[in-house]
């Protein structure tokens, strides 16, 4: 009898381990904005994967402080999918360091509540944009690839291409991706106002297998918003044997 109970546990935690359910996951967990004038209004975009194997329901969003906006476009991820959480803080009014938490509730039992941080420091000299600033800005016309079914083990790639549509040149500053099986190329690191180029994505799917999503973080000296992420995605199913 003992045997049986014993035999019985085991296979409930080996069913357990093999379902993960919904698991929520950040790409970063905090931004630091670094330095501001006050009244300066500070753009961010938290990128939240589903990591599990069951849809990741966001039921709930709240951030610590009425300065503080947010926006997420979908609230249902089925496994392997990604969504934007696009901050926003109004540093009118706010003086010395700042800390902003973005609480999300999901239906991850593991971690049914977490949160992102936005933090930087407003200095006490006032920020008034003039009009038609002088600034960098970066433009992707698209920010999302799906290589659609692939075998395992092949190499794919896609250029995305983006352009300097502010008034002032445009640094790239650092590009970084969330896995060691993407590899991205940029064609220019430095683009005059209305200049284009092309950063190249390659994705290796070796011992890769089910619906993946990878993102590229592209940091500029854009003053709104530095960060742009793009995502791609893929559905990596096993070589065919003859």
């Known amino acids: 009898m003992k045997k049986l109970v014993v035999l019985v546990a085991i296979l409930a935690v080996i069913v357990q381990a093999q379902f993960r359910g919904p698991k929520i996951k ?6 630091d904005f670094g330095t501001i004038k006050q009244g300066e209004i500070v753009k961010h975009s938290f990128l939240i994967m589903n990591d599990g194997d069951d849809t990741l329901k966001i039921t709930n969003v709240v951030t610590s402080c009425g300065c503080t906006a947010f926006d997420v476009s979908k609230r249902e991820l089925i496994p392997g999918e990604t969504v934007s ?13 700042q800390t902003k938490y973005i609480s999300i509730a999901s239906n991850d039992k593991e971690k049914p509540s977490s949160s992102v941080i936005l933090k930087g420091v407003v200095s006490e000299e006032s920020f008034e944009k003039p009009m038609n600033a002088e600034v960098p800005k970066i433009e992707f016309p698209e920010s ?11 190499i794919v790639d896609y250029t995305f291409a983006f352009k300097n ?34 950063l190249k994505i390659e994705l290796d799917t070796s011992n890769r297998f089910g619906r993946m999503s990878r993102t590229i973080s592209v940091t500029t000296n854009e003053i709104e918003a530095p960060v742009k992420v793009l995502t791609i995605y893929a559905e990596v199913v096993k070589k065919e044997v003859n």
Not at 85 to 97: D, K, P, T
Not at 144 to 154: C, P
Not at 173 to 183: E, H, K, N, Q, V
């Open 26 to 31: 950040y790409a970063h967990e905090t931004y």
């Open 85 to 97: 959480l696009n901050v926003e803080f109004n540093s009118h009014g706010r003086i010395g360091q």
């Open 144 to 154: 999302q690839h799906d290589f659609g079914v692939i075998q395992e083990g092949k």
């Open 165 to 198: 549509t502010g008034k002032k040149d445009l640094e790239i500053r650092d590009i970084r991706t969330s896995c060691g099986c993407t590899a991205a190329l940029v064609s220019q690191k430095l683009l005059k106002p209305g200049e284009a180029g092309t």
